[in-house]
């Protein structure tokens, strides 16, 4: 099974500023790699697929980068209604596995 | 606009099997193009893919719940259904279904995503 370690678990930040998650796989996955963002109480929302395309309807300031084992999610410029949950997940095999997760939290 | 929304009881008891529908509308689940799953998430806790099924039944699992998992489709109904047997307490969990799409094309190769979600239910393993 393909193991996805995000980092970090926890994150402060204020609204305006850059913000860079890490995603680490425990092999290569190739581009096979999603983001998404998670509100409480709310399903995941799909953000960013193949490691840098954007989902349709998700604002620019959203992009990702990376291939093979080592990937990351960037918002240019924090907003409010960013402050939220953000999961890494490959499709590059089965079992599909997530990250544990990186907490944004408003400083 | 698809929609996925999942039903069933809240509450299980240790031992006995959960059981929950997922009703898909505002698309087919008879769909060549898309397999559909079921992902939980404890409280508090990450994402865990459990399994998913393919408008011709063919089912895959996740190794790890695969002795007690169970995924079946009613291409009549457009609903999937998941039953998890033996629960325990660490089945506690919100859970959702999901529809996997291949449709997500970049740079000459297609990549599968789990584009919609159901809003999630929450299933509670207690006596």
């Known amino acids: 099974d393909i193991q996805m370690t995000q980092s970090p678990s926890s994150l402060s930040a204020s609204v305006g500023d850059r913000v860079t998650i890490t995603c680490r796989a425990s092999q290569s996955i190739s581009s096979y790699l999603n983001w998404f963002q998670q509100k409480p109480g709310k399903a995941p929302k799909l953000l960013i697929y193949a490691a840098s395309s954007l989902q349709s309807g998700v604002p620019s300031r959203f992009s990702g980068s990376g291939s093979g084992t080592d990937f990351t999610l960037t918002i240019s410029s924090l907003q409010p209604e960013d402050f939220a949950t953000y999961y890494c997940q490959q499709s590059y095999s089965t079992p599909h596995s997530f990250g544990q997760g990186t907490k944004l939290e408003i400083k | 606009q698809l929609q996925l929304q999942e039903s069933g009881p809240g509450l299980v008891k240790p031992s006995e099997t959960l059981s929950l529908t997922c009703t898909v509308s505002?698309?087919?689940?008879?769909?060549?193009?898309?397999?559909w799953g079921w992902i939980r998430q404890p409280p508090g806790k990450g994402l865990e893919w459990i399994g998913s099924i393919y408008y011709s039944g063919s089912t895959y699992y996740n190794p790890s719940l695969k002795s007690r998992v169970t995924i079946s489709i009613d291409t009549s109904k457009n609903q999937f259904s998941l039953k998890l047997s033996s629960v325990t307490a660490a089945d506690t969990a919100v859970y959702y279904c999901a529809r996997r799409s291949s449709g997500y094309c970049s740079g000459g190769s297609c990549y599968s995503v789990f584009d919609f979600w159901g809003q999630g239910t929450l299933v509670t393993v207690s006596s």
């Open positions: 505002g698309g087919s689940i008879s769909s060549s193009s898309y397999y």
